[in-house]
């Protein structure tokens, strides 16, 4: 069910910050509205994310990446001296 909630009631239901609620809604580009005392108000259906599942924010909301070693482990060739 889609919800209007401030960045204050989003962390009080995902048991976050404020600021990480406020990072969710960044990092998923959630709709954002301002009420007539101008806090932030996101469009946002908590059931969909998974947050009444029980489900690990990180395993919805990111996507893995690879990154490092094991991003060029395959790019790499030999080295000119080495036979």
Same mark, same amino acid.
């Given at each position: 069910?889609?919800?209007?909630?401030?960045? =204050?009631?989003?962390? $009080?239901?995902? @048991?976050?910050?404020?600021?990480?609620?406020?990072?969710?809604? &960044? /990092? @998923?580009?959630? +709709?954002?509205?301002? $009420?007539? @005392?101008? &806090?932030?108000? =996101?469009?946002? $259906?908590? $059931? &969909?994310?998974?947050?009444?599942?029980? =489900? +690990?924010?990180?395993?919805?909301? /990111?996507?893995?990446?690879?990154?490092?070693?094991?991003?060029?482990?395959?790019?790499?060739?030999?080295? +000119?001296?080495?036979?």
């Amino acid at each position: 069910m889609l919800e209007r909630l401030t960045y =204050v009631q989003i962390g $009080d239901r995902l @048991n976050i910050s404020p600021e990480g609620a406020r990072a969710i809604v &960044k /990092r @998923n580009r959630l +709709p954002r509205s301002h $009420d007539k @005392n101008g &806090k932030a108000l =996101v469009a946002i $259906d908590l $059931d &969909k994310l998974g947050a009444a599942t029980g =489900v +690990p924010w990180g395993s919805i909301i /990111r996507s893995p990446r690879r990154r490092g070693r094991e991003a060029s482990a395959g790019c790499r060739g030999r080295a +000119p001296w080495r036979s």
